[in-house]
């Protein structure tokens, strides 16, 4: 598949775009903080044949948050998941349609948050924890990725792979917060000890947890404005799954 551009892209997948823009319920808070965040949705786990999340254990799965929010909506729910699958085979197996798609759509959202005066953000993994330099294209020899196409667009994620950590100090542009799966506590509390935030879901979130000053982390979705040591709470958001009382992941 050759990339042309947006109209032809949409017509050949049938899909109406690849990332969203302040668009659910997490990201339209941006808008209060005259903030565009340019964020994309895969199939998580294994669901499109692609592993996108190497560090998932059963719990973080089970209670996944693509099974949250608009997807729990059952007259979207099977469009929504088909077109997620097709993002993520799109990804894995037309890499260079994929990301002139996007860096098509990140060029356009950019251009109309500096009209409007905004900030401009990119959150590559919302159900997915892939490396952004996976998101790259091919320029002659040479593999250009998207944070290196983009040196003065802020990106950010949240992941539970550490050594991907050493990315924000090769990339300037790039914010990480680590995220605790229930069964990473040394690699949390190693986070902590380089001043790396760390996103705890909570039942109740709690004014302190681990000696740390917890922060709403649902006020907005733009990690990269907190500060580093502190923890990042988020409140656990009902899916289908009923949540169990033995589950680490989410602290009860």
């Known amino acids: 598949m050759i990339y042309t551009n947006k109209a032809q892209a949409k017509k050949l997948t ?26 994309l949705y895969l199939a998580p786990a294994k669901q499109s044949g692609y592993e996108v999340c190497p560090k998932r254990n059963t719990e973080c799965t089970a209670l996944c948050l693509n099974e949250s929010g608009m997807n729990r909506m059952s007259m979207r729910d099977e469009a929504i998941n088909k077109s997620r699958v097709l ?22 959202t950019k251009m109309k948050a500096d009209k409007l005066g905004y900030k401009f953000s990119v959150r590559l993994n919302n159900t997915s924890d892939i490396s952004p330099e996976m998101f790259y294209i091919k320029k002659g020899l040479k ?19 550490y050594s991907r950590i050493e990315l924000t100090k090769k990339y300037k542009n790039y914010d990480l917060t680590f995220s605790y799966s229930g069964y990473n506590i040394d690699e949390c509390m190693k986070a ?47 899916v289908r799954k009923k949540l169990d009382s033995k589950i680490k992941f989410v602290i009860q």
């Open 192 to 238: 902590i000890k380089n001043k790396i935030r760390v996103a705890v879901v909570f039942k109740k979130v709690p004014a302190k947890f681990w000696g740390l000053k917890v922060i709403d982390g649902d006020a907005y979705d733009m990690r990269y404005h907190d500060r580093k040591n502190v923890i990042v709470g988020l409140k656990f958001k009902t």
């Open 143 to 161: 593999s250009i990725n998207i944070l290196q196409l983009f040196p003065n667009v802020q990106f950010y994620d949240y992941t539970k792979v």
């Open 14 to 39: 049938g899909l109406n775009y690849l990332g969203s823009v302040n668009m659910t319920t997490k990201h339209k808070k941006a808008t209060d903080y005259n903030e565009l965040t340019y964020s």
């Open 87 to 108: 993002k993520t085979k799109l990804f894995f197996e037309e890499r260079e349609f994929f990301m002139r798609w996007m860096i098509d759509e990140i060029i356009t």
